[in-house]
């Protein structure tokens, strides 16, 4: 390209880049609009990339800044740029890749990899050659260049060079590799960085290389292998122990932990070697390397060789981790740890991490899920993960489903992303967790000697990271703590009114970790939960916002397990939370309104009291009426708001019509949002990306306004507490309500949506709206039946188990008219009940749909008897004693007086699952006795005797004491 620059034109873009540099906020303004206004001519583009890599007299930070512009404009507008403009472009990137400056090289690198991420590699056809080339050059500086360019591309387009037809990783790895012994740590640290991003996706490439690619990474400097052979005999140290360069050293234990995860085998013959590595470089004086070797720590212990490989540096291992957990003075600055009193300072808008909604998940036996907010690093996998910046970890105990939200982490540098980012003393005390989980109580005799020292130290720092440490082996360890923990519970209480909020906080989380114990052990309940609830409450209303935030989980937890030992604390607590209302900020808000929906779902209606309302309900309700319709604060209000409905029930009734109409409200406008608008000439534009966060939260208090005005809800509470004066009225409220309302012709949108997590809460609220107001949903199955068919996925776990449950419900209400529909939903249940690691509430809701099925249109079911009975039984054995249970047996005994053979093969399975209920109503009961007599008198005494000696005994004795067989 002859394109040729005008000096005025460049000088006055020369002004401009160097007045931007200004620290007055006006100038940079002017700067910035004039900046713009030049955007809108093509040539400017080539200006930029010209001072880029042309003005080598002109200051570096202008040049960069320059080539920083251009990259932004190629990331929002490179589709639009001419065919010259682009061609200019990559002809003068390939021509600076080597400039003296490394400020330079790095930001031409910036340029290429964003020119690559916007086409592809075929569009640039002569970009990967060149680097390839540029890697042999004599000039050092052309080198560094190309392979800064090179990590750029892998780490950015690491799967189109894999899957690229010309296989070009198949001559790039062989020569990433060759590079890892170069003379130059930078040019080494590049080439380590290249192949890794190839480990995870086992790039055929590098498996061909493997083994090249591990003696290169184990190759040692020939003056440091005599040292080591001479004081230990063995080989025990890598080349990169003992290099100077941070990112060799960083690269080299991240291609382990890789390594560990993707080909293990490989490093087994070299395992001795690798841990004393990782026990040198998890004490490197640069913490980013110490945080790379931890996470082998963490790695290495999913895998069953880790006792045997692991145990022989136990007792060096606990203490460096142990050390690592420990508050650096940089970490106590950026958390303010000497700060006490700080609920006065506002939130930053980038103090509170983005928050993801987990839609409502259905079960037969029980409420609908109740998920708590995480605040757990976003590199942790383990659900009771340790959260070492004092924040509770809640566990989600409920319906696993492998639609996790990515986490957003922003790293970008404040000192709010510091504090919450993984880091050292995180990864070191989740490693310290997991592998406590490995070797129990094993690693006590080490650990104990150095918890005295650190409980009691008079430096809070370590008295600090010695709570911590006592809270991360809580689950691990919890046999071999026992005899210990009256005292150090007793210690932890005392050490939530310690001076220092830092010091508070840990211990709140540290007590969450041993609230079952204290819970569900009568003797140490009522020595401490009273105790622990009163100091927790304390906590809660503290002055450290970090504290409140440690605190609110903390009682979270205590909540979800003493469950109805709190109802009579209940007007204590109220009040504590509702205070807590004026005293937070707005992120502690969302953990406040976590605590209060899981205190609802943990004591249900007994928080149905005038008292107990009048108290909670106000703040809500000024909340709610306060937040506009577009504010994501909704989203955690409308969550509680969920729990608290469904707990009230007719106690909600004078909140429920206006929260009604503006959950309608809410799904009716984000549908329209992300309806594709149509143009003057009648072609339709996509919208942007719609936030349906809001719709989804809105479906899910729908689903617990029905769940709990529903005729079944109401039922029982006539029956328990004689409200017989108001059922006519409750029941035609929510039924009115959806009469008005277009709810229905919503929800048909919305269980077609292509996002997961709303088709997963629109089945849920079709199943509550199925047992609350059928008459309305009637006329409406034709549409949802074929839908609720296509959706029994079981790799998207929640959505496939609402749309089960949803059937379930359906198929009682409509009895054989669901016929048509049972072939393909059966064969798709059959296959969901017999498939291997089938999370456990999946298998229990599919088991209680066949029987449902079973019931209802018993002769087609019953000829598949013998396909799904043993996993049948086995699913719902376990569970207690309630309607919909009684409902699926009812099936199945329809189903196996009419197919006895299908049954023949595993009866012992189904005389197990009969003797699982403790009192089963007076019909099913009937039905059992009737079916175990039948089966004995056709068996005959002889066989019969000889089948039942296969019991266990207490089976045995149940059958006989129960049914007389």
Avoid at 408 to 430: F, I, M, P, V
Avoid at 715 to 725: G, K, N, P, V
């Amino acid at each position: 390209m002859n394109w040729q620059h005008q000096p005025d034109g460049l000088q006055q873009i020369l002004t401009l880049l160097r007045q931007s540099q200004s620290p007055d906020t006006q100038v940079q303004r002017q700067v910035q609009a004039r900046l713009e206004e030049l955007n809108r001519y093509p040539d400017f583009n080539n200006y930029l990339v010209y001072i880029l890599t042309k003005l080598t007299q002109e200051e570096e930070a202008t040049r960069s800044l320059a080539g920083l512009i251009l990259k932004n404009n190629a990331r929002t507008q490179y589709d639009r740029f001419p065919d010259d403009v682009k061609t200019y472009i990559k002809q003068e990137c390939l021509q600076a890749i080597g400039d003296r400056s490394a400020l330079i090289r790095a930001t031409v690198g910036i340029l290429i990899t964003t020119v690559v991420t916007k086409g592809s590699l075929q569009q640039w056809p002569t970009l990967l050659e060149h680097l390839y080339l540029c890697l042999d050059s004599p000039d050092i500086n052309m080198c560094e260049g190309a392979f800064g360019a090179l990590q750029k591309i892998c780490e950015d387009s690491a799967d189109q060079l894999d899957s690229d037809m010309s296989q070009p990783l198949n001559v790039l790895i062989p020569k990433f590799i060759q590079f890892f012994l170069h003379s130059q740590p930078k040019i080494r640290s590049h080439a380590i960085a290249c192949v890794n991003e190839f480990i995870t996706p086992r790039a055929q490439a590098l498996m061909n290389n493997i083994e090249k690619f591990l003696e290169n990474l184990f190759q040692l400097g020939n003056s440091f292998i005599t040292e080591i052979e001479h004081k230990n005999h063995s080989l025990l140290l890598f080349f990169s122990a003992n290099d100077t360069d941070v990112d060799v050293r960083k690269h080299v234990c991240r291609a382990l932990v890789m390594l560990v995860e993707v080909r293990i085998d490989y490093l087994i013959p070299h395992m001795q070697q690798i841990i004393e590595y990782m026990l040198l470089t998890s004490q490197d004086q640069d913490d980013t390397v110490a945080l790379e070797a931890c996470e082998f720590w963490l790695m290495i212990a999913e895998h069953p060789i880790c006792r045997d490989v692991i145990q022989p540096y136990l007792d060096k291992l606990l203490p460096v981790l142990v050390k690592n957990m420990k508050y650096s003075e940089l970490d106590i600055v950026i958390l303010r740890g000497d700060v006490d009193e700080d609920e006065h300072i506002p939130d930053r808008v980038e103090d509170i991490r983005p928050r993801f909604h987990r839609a409502r998940t259905r079960q037969h036996y029980g409420s609908g899920d109740h998920t708590t907010l995480s605040l757990s690093s976003p590199n942790s996998t383990n659900p009771n993960s340790t959260d070492t910046n004092n924040n509770n970890t809640e566990q989600n105990n409920h319906v696993e489903d492998e639609e996790e939200d990515d986490d957003d982490d922003d790293t970008s540098g404040t000192n709010a992303d510091q504090a919450t980012e993984w880091n050292l003393r995180k990864c070191s005390a989740a490693a310290l967790d997991v592998l406590s989980n490995v070797f129990r109580e094993s690693i006590l005799p080490t650990l104990l000697p150095l918890l005295r020292e650190m409980l009691f130290h008079p430096n809070w720092e370590i008295k600090e990271s010695g709570i911590l440490v006592l809270g991360a082996i809580a689950e691990g360890c919890s046999y071999g703590l026992t005899p210990h923990l009256p005292d150090l519970i007793q210690y932890l209480i005392t050490c939530l009114n310690d001076k220092k909020p830092l010091v508070r906080s840990i211990t709140c989380w540290t007590l969450s970790r041993y609230s079952s114990w204290i819970v569900h052990n009568d003797v140490q309940q009522q020595k401490f939960l009273i105790p622990l609830m009163s100091e927790l409450l304390k906590r809660i209303l503290d002055a450290n916002k970090k504290v409140q935030e440690a605190a609110c989980s903390a009682f979270a937890t205590l909540e979800e397990e003493a469950c109805i030992q709190m109802v009579p604390y209940l007007k204590q607590i109220l009040e504590t939370l509702v205070h807590a209302f004026r005293k937070y900020q707005a992120k502690n808000l969302l953990i406040l309104y976590d605590a209060i929906g899981t205190l609802a779902d943990s004591v249900g209606n007994h928080l149905n009291r005038p008292e107990y309302i009048q108290i909670l309900m106000p703040p809500l309700i000024e909340r709610w009426n306060a937040l506009t319709n577009d504010d994501k604060d909704l989203f955690p209000l409308l969550e509680c708001l969920s729990s608290i409905a469904t707990a009230l029930q007719q106690g909600f009734l004078p909140y429920f019509e206006p929260v009604f109409v503006r959950c309608i409200l809410l799904v009716q406008q984000t549908i329209e949002a992300s309806t594709p608008a149509t143009t003057a000439q009648g072609t339709s534009q996509g919208p942007e990306q719609t936030d349906k966060d809001f719709m989804i939260v809105a479906l899910d208090l729908l689903s617990g306004l029905a769940e709990g005005l529903s005729e079944k809800a109401i039922i029982a509470l006539i029956q328990e507490q004689l409200f017989t004066s108001i059922f006519s009225f409750l029941g035609s409220n929510i039924d009115q309500l959806v009469e008005q309302s277009n709810l229905l012709t919503l929800l048909e949108r919305c269980v077609q949506d292509p996002m997961a997590e709303v088709r997963q809460s629109s089945f849920a609220l079709l199943g509550d709206l199925t047992k609350a107001c059928f008459r309305h949903v009637r006329p409406h199955l034709p549409f949802f039946l074929p839908i609720l068919s296509q959706n029994l996925d079981p790799h998207h776990v929640s959505v496939c188990n609402n749309a089960i449950w949803a059937i379930g419900e359906i198929s009682l209400e409509i009895g054989q008219e669901i016929q048509p529909y049972v072939p393909h939903i059966l064969d798709q249940l059959i296959m969901i009940i017999n498939r291997s690691n089938t999370p456990k509430t999946l298998l229990e809701n599919t088991a209680i749909t066949i029987g449902r099925l079973g019931l209802v249109c018993s002769q087609s079911v019953a000829a598949e008897l013998q396909r799904f009975i043993r996993p049948w039984c086995i699913a719902l054995r376990n569970i207690r004693d309630n309607d919909e249970k009684d409902s699926a047996f009812r099936g199945i005994c329809n189903m196996i007086v009419l197919n006895p053979l299908g049954v023949a093969n595993e009866f012992i399975y189904v005389c197990d699952a009969i003797a699982s209920w403790e009192k089963p109503p007076y019909e099913l009961h009937q039905k059992f006795r009737q079916i175990l007599l039948t089966f004995k008198q056709e068996f005959g005494q002889d066989q019969w005797q000889q089948f039942t000696d296969r019991f266990p005994i207490a089976l045995k004795q149940r059958l006989q004491t129960q049914y007389g067989v």
